[in-house]
């Protein structure tokens, strides 16, 4: 295997553009330090990632050579995607343009290989000229927006109000991508506004929204404000009842999730914590990271552009990913996220070790979504049942 090649090659692939960002939301853990992403280290971790690409390509194809007199030598396809992260990546802006066209490039050399793109951004420096760039370049644009609670929770660095701007730039977002995710974090103090929020984006015709718990040193979940929050849950389930009926379409994504798996009997944790695999997160020095949550820190890197993965940290972190025996024990440990490394150790600083937070909201999370399918899959329900089943 070469160096730089990656199981194969690398599925998904996080550029961290900047660690600057134009709000200061009240849970946010990062530090807003004025840093980007050189062009030459994208370049360089995007040049890796598709030399994988070609590899496996070239691998396929001769895989399907060979078994050609069989009838089955068909060449598989390959498909990755590039995320661009902050910080605010947007501040990023034109090195964005540049690096996804020179992507798109490089992805055409390569048979039956195809690139996506997905962008997280707070939404106040989208403009028409940026949405049509996007569009074109099929970038996937999701929008960071607490609803009810984007005033009280998400300020810009001079402490301003950002609702009124980021909903109009919400309205522009939809008219180019009606299939706009939204992306909401749920402050302990703001937790009665989930349903009023969901209320606000559906009336502004938003079809998609996801949602988790704040956590960390900023934040504190006393046990009125999770009851607060169960109380929402139950009114959201209904709402996600009501939207899906007949052929209404309104993904609550952490429901849609929970079902869907529940379904394919696929355990919850299947596709997460790559560490390393099929899944890497590149900081703005060029060095590897399993995800968001270890940027920076000491001890956490798994390799860089320039010296490749570093397999005996990957394996050192592994080691550490102990399931609890509390966790063994419980009748909803497939269907429950207790084994990410990120989410654990963003609460409690372990790996195996789950907080009490994410035990209960978990718990939270499928009973309520089990119960919104008990309502909803039927077959007057069919856009429904179709997506839940759809493979």
């Not at 070469?2 to 709000?23: G, S």
């Not at 001769?62 to 007199?69: G, I, L, M, N, Y």
Request: glycine share 6%.
């Amino acid at each position: 295997m070469a160096k730089h090649q990656i199981e194969n090659y690398t599925k998904r692939m996080t550029l961290v553009m900047t660690h600057q960002c134009n709000f200061d939301c009240r849970y946010c853990l990062q530090k807003h330090e004025d840093v980007y992403m050189p062009r030459e280290t994208a370049v360089k971790a995007i040049d890796l990632m598709m030399d994988g690409m070609r590899r496996a390509s070239e691998d396929g194809m001769r895989r399907a050579s060979e078994e050609e007199e069989s009838g089955t030598g068909d060449a598989p396809a390959l498909s990755a995607q590039i995320s661009f992260y902050g910080g605010e990546p947007l501040l990023a802006r034109k090195e964005i343009e540049y690096l996804v066209t020179y992507a798109r490039t490089r992805v055409r050399e390569i048979p039956h290989a195809k690139v996506v793109f997905e962008i997280t951004t707070n939404g106040t420096l989208l403009d028409a000229d940026f949405v049509a760039f996007a569009k074109k370049s099929k970038i996937l644009l999701a929008l960071s927006h607490d609803g009810m609670a984007q005033d009280p929770v998400r300020v810009d660095r001079g402490g301003h109000p950002t609702k009124e701007v980021v909903d109009q730039k919400l309205k522009m977002l939809l008219r180019a991508f009606p299939e706009t995710i939204i992306m909401m974090t749920i402050h302990p103090d703001q937790a009665d506004k989930l349903t009023a929020s969901l209320k606000m984006f559906h009336d502004m015709g938003v079809h998609a929204v996801s949602f988790v718990p704040a956590h960390g040193d900023r934040v504190e979940w006393t046990e009125e404000a999770f009851a607060r929050l169960s109380d929402e849950m139950a009114k959201a389930r209904d709402l996600y009842v009501k939207w899906n009926q007949g052929d209404g379409v309104f993904r609550l994504i952490p429901f849609d999730k929970k079902i869907r798996d529940y379904i394919r009997q696929r355990d919850a944790d299947t596709p997460m914590c790559h560490f390393g695999g099929h899944k890497l997160m590149v900081d703005v020095d060029g060095k590897y990271y399993p995800c968001s949550h270890f940027i920076g820190r000491d001890g956490f890197g798994i390799g860089s552009v320039d010296e490749g993965i570093d397999r005996k940290s990957i394996r050192s972190m592994e080691k550490q990913r102990v399931e609890s025996k509390m966790c063994r024990k419980c009748e909803l440990r497939s269907r429950c996220h207790h084994t990410c490394a990120c989410a654990n150790h963003g609460h409690t600083g372990s790996f195996s070790e789950v907080s009490a937070l994410q035990c209960e909201y978990e718990k939270l999370i499928i009973h309520t979504a089990d119960e919104a399918a008990a309502s909803l899959i039927s077959e007057s329900n069919p856009r429904f049942v179709e997506r839940m089943y759809k493979k």
